[in-house]
């Protein structure tokens, strides 16, 4: 069974920058994807950026601020996110996609406010 284990929210002022860390532990397929998700108060989830061994996808929301990255020997994928806003405030799930089943973290909270 893979397990996901979320790191790195927190509380910051606007325009600064935060990495996001998520590790997948047990039977990880060479294909999988990975990425991250994300929900605000009063607003449904939202994709924020995927990965996989055939490139990446960011959310136009976000793709001049954020990136991904992903260690595929340590199944780790990682988001960067620059001048952040307080738009950003959210929940951030972790994501992987292996064998065809979605397994999702359980999130980490990212607040951005003055």
């Known amino acids: 069974q893979v397990q996901l284990v979320e790191s790195g929210g927190g509380l910051l002022q606007p325009g600064g920058s935060l990495r996001l860390s998520c590790a997948a532990s047990g039977i990880i397929s060479t294909s999988n994807v990975m990425g991250w998700h994300r929900q605000a108060p009063g607003r449904e989830r939202e994709l924020v950026a995927i990965?996989?061994?055939?490139?990446?996808t960011i959310a136009d929301s976000v793709k001049d601020r954020f990136t991904i990255s992903r260690d595929s020997a340590k199944n780790t994928v990682y988001l960067q996110m620059n001048t952040l806003k307080p738009e950003d405030t959210a929940v951030y799930y972790c994501?992987?996609?292996?064998?065809?089943?979605?397994?999702w973290g359980q999130g980490t909270l990212v607040t951005v406010s003055s």
């Open positions: 990965i996989s061994r055939g490139g990446s």
């Open positions: 994501y992987i996609k292996n064998f065809g089943l979605e397994v």
